[in-house]
């Protein structure tokens, strides 16, 4: 066996460009070897082909490796064990895609070349890597030890450390770094740090007996409830006792619904995404639910298919009632072992899941005793829900205890008031209306860090003149998770402007009158220092929106598109054919954006796709008429209006659909990303920024219409337009005999 000689390190980068990273870091030869022949560095050696699973998020992941297990009578071919083959991943990845039938080059090539770079450890790199040489001629000395990696340090000292240390700025700096802000938890219980942190920054000792006469640490108080909730986003039903999901449980009338449906011996499937409040709310009904008798299955991650199959059928059997609580995903794993097993309840279970939204026709009703609850049609930033939600979080049993001098304690005054919490449900409600799903442990998660920052009061007090924790930068800014990324993207004051208040909060002149605290209005932005003045305008913005009683209008000053969308989708599309007309125009000119003003037909493009590459030229042989085109609705089914109130619906999205050709009608499905795209290319704009998906979702639709259309005639008119170059020719053909003319 040949002796292992390390001799290189390889690395990739994370972009296509060259980074300071890698051509500034080095580690000279001659800091441990007076004789050494070269450094250690790196060095470019290529570029990647551009495969690889960055593209890919971590839900389609776990997805196409089910899918790949599936295909393959369950057997996990690959084990992400040592020696198996490089990058599990991507192996994964390439049998779930196959077993989709889907090409994975295709996909698995995501066009963002990496750099590559080694570091050569010997000074003969070539030879040993050709086999020139079987003895490498290590630039550190092998046998160094401890004495060469303390050398690397005091060069490392020496070069980056010592230069800065004599700078005033950085020992200021770690003098204000405090051990309780790098913590995991964020809440600091130390009262010696806290008081040594305000001493050192104020100089005034009675200052921090005022403070440790308070108290400070509240990591077992009340409060440390509400912080939790944003710190910890896992499973609230897992580690909440019942009295605690009491605290926090939102009553949208959903209790009754199943408490009556066990009372009918029905099979109810409570399903949804994770977070969505399944094992919540069964949890809270448990012991009520198999006083009346139910089987309940709180998580069915928690047993295996086979014990949740057997139990539903024993229920079915003996006609008694049955709960149970599992994700959409594994419910369609369920249906798989079901069907081998001839158990038909668990396909009307997936059937109602598939069913639940409809356009047109509406779907067959309940089969059997089988009722559905898919809480991801469930809108959980409705006012009514934010409303209630906000409510039981500043409840007295929470803050109550909250000391005067803490910023959370000005944070739930000011959540208390009904303009700004009309302001707060406002805002979410214009969130949700994006189409995004949120679930309610995100809500509660982002309620409470508004109220407590997600830390606690030790590092709150720490910052009492700061603007850090008022809860109008809290709502924008510092929270981490889908929900408040959704709300940065959909609307933030502080980028949006108003033409009268703008000033009047820069010269500190509005009317205090007009704040719901007259004695605590924002003072004049241009009164402060100007390295703060951009910080301080944007808190008075926010601020300026939740508490003033001009605030709304910001919400009124969004872009027109939004608001047309929301008309469109809320004010009625049920046959209206002037939404017809506009979308044919709009997808006419997404292919062609010179097109003329005709909205009377769709012109059919049809490309060749070798890759997930834009196509470089289309043809287009047929044209659709608008008139045989609807716009419409969504529908819920019978079983979900049963349960979901008309003011929680989630409507994110309406359809234009075809005439019917033989039982099929082709949709496209218009949600706001996809409006405001086709807005902007019926007037030209935009194209460089159209996303991959938009494109898949317009080329997908008009290649189904294109499908059902009659074979063309003896003579066809044929446009060919190049994207590149926008030029654009029409070719006569005559079939029979073959001509054509250009």
């Known amino acids: 066996m040949r002796t292992p000689a390390l001799s290189m390190l390889t690395t990739s980068s994370l972009y296509a460009f060259g980074s300071a990273q890698y051509n500034r870091i080095r580690i000279p030869g001659d800091a441990a070897a007076e004789d050494a022949a070269s450094d250690i560095r790196y060095r470019r ?7 690889g699973t960055v593209q890919f998020s971590s839900d389609t992941t776990e997805t196409l490796t089910a899918a790949a297990r599936l295909a393959n009578s369950k057997r996990r071919l690959v084990n992400n064990l040592f020696g198996e083959g490089m990058s599990p991943k991507l192996r994964s990845l390439r049998l779930g895609l ?74 200021e700096r770690v003098r204000a770094l405090h051990r309780d802000v790098q913590l995991v938890s ?22 921090v007996a005022a403070i440790d006469s308070r108290r400070v640490s509240n990591s077992d108080e009340p409060i440390s409830f509400v912080e939790r909730l944003y710190r910890n986003r896992n499973s609230f039903a897992d580690r909440l006792s019942d009295e605690e999901l009491d605290w926090i449980h939102v009553d949208l009338g959903l209790d009754q619904f199943v408490l009556e449906a066990v009372d009918e011996d029905c099979q109810l499937i409570i399903t949804g995404n994770p977070g969505d409040g399944k094992t919540f709310i069964i949890q809270r009904l448990r012991a009520e639910l198999e006083r009346r008798g139910a089987t309940v299955f709180t998580d069915a991650n928690a047993c295996t298919n086979e014990e949740i199959l057997a139990a539903w059928r024993t229920c079915e059997e003996k006609r008694v009632p049955f709960v149970l609580a599992i994700n959409e995903w594994p419910l369609f794993e369920l249906q798989r072992l079901a069907r081998q097993e001839g158990f038909a309840p668990v396909d009307e279970a997936v059937r109602q899941v598939q069913e639940a939204i409809f356009y047109g026709q509406a779907p067959d009703s309940e089969q059997g005793r089988v009722v559905v609850v898919d809480l991801s049609l469930r809108n959980v930033l409705a006012r009514p829900v934010t409303t209630k939600a906000l409510r039981r979080l500043v409840a007295d049993r929470f803050v109550g205890q909250l000391d005067d001098l803490d910023p959370a304690k000005t944070n739930v005054d000011r959540l208390r008031h009904e303009r700004v919490q009309e302001r707060l449900a406002a805002l979410l409600e214009h969130v949700g209306r994006r189409g995004h799903h949120t679930t309610m442990r995100q809500l509660m998660g982002y309620i409470a860090y508004i109220v407590t920052g997600g830390t606690g009061s030790a590092q709150r007090l720490r910052e009492l003149t700061g603007t850090r924790f008022v809860y109008a930068t809290l709502a924008f800014q510092g929270g981490d998770g889908p929900l408040f990324d959704l709300v940065r993207t959909a609307f933030d004051p502080a ?121 470089a030229a289309f043809v287009a042989l047929h044209r659709a008429s ?35 050709h033989g039982g099929r009608r082709p949709a496209l499905l218009v949600d706001r990303e996809l409006y405001l795209t086709l807005k902007d290319a019926a007037v030209g704009l935009g194209q460089s920024t159209w996303s991959r998906s938009i494109a898949r979702k317009v080329t997908r639709f008009v290649d189904e219409v294109h499908r059902l259309r009659p074979p063309p005639g003896a003579m066809v008119d044929l446009h060919i337009r190049n994207v590149d170059n926008n030029q654009m020719v029409r070719v006569r053909i005559q079939r029979d005999p073959a001509r054509c003319q250009l």
């Open 45 to 51: 050696v290529g570029s990647t082909e551009s495969y």
């Open 98 to 171: 196959e077993a989709l039938g889907l090409a994975p080059d295709e996909y698995l090539r995501h066009h963002s070349p990496r750099l590559l770079y080694a570091v050569p450890l010997v000074s003969n790199a070539d030879d040993v890597m050709l086999g020139l040489s079987r003895e490498p001629r290590y630039i550190l000395p092998v046998s160094g030890g401890s004495a060469t990696t303390a050398t690397i340090v005091q060069y490392w000292f020496d070069r980056w450390v010592k230069a800065r240390l004599e700078r005033p700025d950085t020992i």
């Open 495 to 615: 980028r949006t402007t108003h033409p009268r208040y703008d000033e009047e909060l820069w010269r500190g002149t509005t009317r205090p009158g007009d704040w719901i605290d007259p004695s605590d209005v924002p003072g004049a932005v241009a009164a402060c220092p100007e390295v703060n003045r951009k910080r301080f305008f944007e808190v008075a913005k926010r601020r300026f929106f939740f508490e003033h009683a001009a605030g709304r209008e910001l919400l009124g000053a969004l872009p027109r598109d939004e608001a047309e969308f929301d008309e469109v989708l809320h004010g009625g599309t049920q046959g209206d054919a002037q939404i017809v007309r506009t979308m044919v125009l709009a997808i006419n000119r997404f292919f062609e954006p010179d097109a003329p003003d005709d909205d009377s037909e769709l012109t059919l493009w049809q490309s060749h796709r070798y890759d997930v590459r834009a196509p």
């Open 186 to 207: 964020r809440v600091a219980s130390d009262l010696r740090v806290l008081n040594d942190s305000i001493a050192a920054g104020s100089g005034d000792p009675n200052a």
């Open 626 to 660: 608008a008139n045989a085109m609807t716009v419409e609705g969504p529908s819920l089914a019978s079983w979900v209006d049963r349960w979901l109130r008309p003011e929680l619906r989630r409507v994110t999205q309406f359809a234009l659909r075809t005439a019917d």
